[in-house]
C-alpha cells in the first residue's frame, strides 16, 4: 500500500515552483474555450489546432498513436506544424510526466495534443499546465469527461491512484470526434455510464443542501444527467453511431464535464471515488475500468447511507441501480470486479486507503471507519435495508430496526 503522506500536494510543488506557490485564488474553471464535435470532425480541425501553437506534441498511449497517427498527422502537416508524439507510458505517473517534460523540451513544444482516456488526457493535461502550454484534448472513448475538466489524477506506476491536481484552466481545445469514439469498445461507453451516474450521487450528499446559485445548478445538471443515462444508455449501446448514441456520449464527455466545472471543488466526489482510489491499490483490480470501479463504488456509498443511516430511500436508489448495471453490463458486486477470491487483508487495505484523512469519503454528512465500508463493499447486492453480522452498531446508526 502506498503511503499517501508521501505524496501529499508538495511533490507537486516541487515540479512546478511557479505555479503551486501562488496564492490560491477563486477561479472557476468552468468549460474549455472551444469544443468542435462531429463525425469525422478531427479532419477539420488542423486551423483550429495550428491558433494554439506551431509545435505541437502529441501525448497518448502507445496504441492509440500507432492508431491514430494516418489520421492525425496528415491533419496537422496540412496545417503547416511541426509535430511529434510522446508515449505517457501505463499511467498517469510522476515518472512518466518528467519524461513527458524532457519530450516538451526536445522538440521546443509550443503546443500539447492529448488523445486517448482519461490516463492519457490527464497526463496531457498535467503536462501541460506544468509547462505552461495550451492543450488540445481529443477523447477517444465515452469513458470519462477527462477530455473537458480542469483536474488530472496522479497514479503510482504500477496504477495506484495517489493524488489529484486542480489546473488552472480547462482544456484550450476539445475536439470530440464520434467516429473516433465509435472505434472504441461498448464496454469504455458503459464505463463512462457508470463515472457520469457518479455526479448525481455524489453531488447530491456533498452539495444538496448548497445555496450558491452555480452549485445549485450543478447538481440540478447531475440529476438531469442521471435521467438522460436512465433513458438513453440501453437503447444506444445496441446502436453506436446512432444519434442516440452520440447523445449519450455527450452525456459522458460533456454534459459530466460541465457539473465539474460548475460545482467546481466543492461539488465534487464522495465516497463512489474514494472506494474507486482505495480498489486501484489492489493490483488485481487493474483489469477494471475507471467507471465500472465507480459505478461499484456508487452501490457502497448507497449501502453506507443504509447502514449508517438506516436511510430507506438510498435503499430504493440502490435497487434502482441494480436492475440498470444489470441491463447495461455495470460490475454490481466486488466478483462483477473480478476479485471474488479478495482476501480480508486486501479488503482492509482498500477500505483503509478509502478512508484515509482527507479522504473525499469524509464528505459523508457521518464519519465512516474502514470497518463500516467493508460491510458495505461486501453486501452491495443485498436485498432490504440490513445484514447480519454487520459492523454497524445501533448507536452509531440511529434508525437501524433490526441490527
Ligand atoms: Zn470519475
Known amino acids: 500500500m502506498i503511503d499517501a503522506a508521501l505524496y501529499s500536494s508538495t511533490s507537486y510543488a516541487n515540479l512546478n515552483p511557479s505555479v503551486a506557490d501562488s496564492p ?5 474553471s468552468v468549460a474549455p474555450a472551444q469544443i468542435i464535435r462531429g463525425t469525422g470532425i478531427l479532419q477539420q ?10 509545435r505541437p506534441l502529441v501525448v497518448g498511449g502507445d496504441r492509440t498513436l500507432k492508431l491514430i497517427e494516418p489520421l492525425l498527422l496528415p491533419v496537422l502537416e496540412q496545417a503547416a506544424l511541426s509535430v511529434t508524439q510522446a508515449s505517457y507510458g501505463m499511467d498517469c505517473s510522476e515518472a512518466g510526466l518528467a519524461i513527458l517534460r524532457d519530450a516538451v523540451a526536445h522538440h521546443q513544444a509550443d503546443l500539447i495534443i492529448g488523445i486517448g482516456g482519461g490516463k492519457a488526457l490527464d497526463a496531457a493535461k ?6 505552461q502550454l495550451p492543450i488540445a484534448t481529443i477523447p477517444t472513448s465515452g469513458a470519462t469527461c477527462a477530455a473537458w475538466t ?4 496522479v497514479y503510482s506506476d504500477q496504477g495506484a491512484f495517489i493524488y489529484d491536481v486542480g489546473l488552472a484552466t480547462c482544456p484550450n481545445l476539445l475536439i470530440l ?13 458503459v464505463a463512462g455510464i457508470g463515472d457520469a451516474l457518479a455526479k448525481w450521487y455524489e453531488a447530491s450528499v456533498s452539495s444538496g443542501h448548497a445555496d450558491q446559485t452555480l452549485i445549485i445548478a450543478a447538481v440540478q445538471q447531475a440529476r438531469i444527467l442521471r435521467d438522460l443515462l436512465f433513458q438513453k444508455s440501453v437503447v444506444a449501446l445496441q446502436a453506436p453511431g446512432s444519434a442516440v448514441w452520440r447523445e449519450v456520449v455527450d452525456a459522458t464527455v460533456l454534459l459530466a464535464g460541465v457539473i465539474g466545472g460548475l460545482g467546481g471543488a466543492q461539488c465534487r466526489t464522495v465516497a463512489a471515488h474514494a472506494v474507486h482510489n482505495g480498489l486501484t491499490q489492489l493490483l488485481q483490480s487493474h483489469d477494471t475500468l475507471h467507471g465500472e470501479k465507480v459505478a461499484y463504488g456508487i452501490l457502497v456509498q448507497l449501502r453506507l447511507e443504509e447502514l449508517m443511516q438506516g436511510n430507506r430511500l438510498a435503499e430504493t436508489a440502490r435497487q434502482q ?11 454490481r458486486s466486488l466478483a462483477d470486479l473480478g476479485l471474488s477470491q479478495i ?9 483503509e486507503f478509502a478512508c484515509r484523512p482527507g479522504s473525499d469519503i ?3 454528512p457521518f464519519a465512516v471507519t474502514p470497518e463500516h465500508l467493508m460491510a458495505a463493499m461486501v453486501s452491495t447486492t443485498v436485498l432490504g435495508l440490513n445484514v447480519p453480522g454487520t459492523e454497524a452498531r445501533p448507536a452509531e446508526t440511529g434508525h437501524l430496526t433490526n441490527p
Open 24 to 28: 490560491a485564488l477563486p477561479i472557476l
Open 150 to 153: 480542469a483536474l488530472a489524477n
Open 126 to 131: 498535467l503536462l501541460a499546465y506544468q509547462c
Open 343 to 351: 482476501t480480508l487483508s486486501d479488503l482492509k487495505s482498500a477500505a
Open 362 to 364: 469524509h464528505h459523508l
Open 45 to 54: 480541425a488542423g486551423e483550429a489546432i495550428a491558433r494554439l501553437g506551431k
Open 321 to 331: 441501480l441494480l436492475k440498470f448495471y444489470a441491463e447495461i453490463g455495470l460490475p
Open 177 to 189: 470526434d464520434y467516429k473516433l469514439v465509435q472505434t472504441a469498445s461498448r464496454r469504455t461507453l
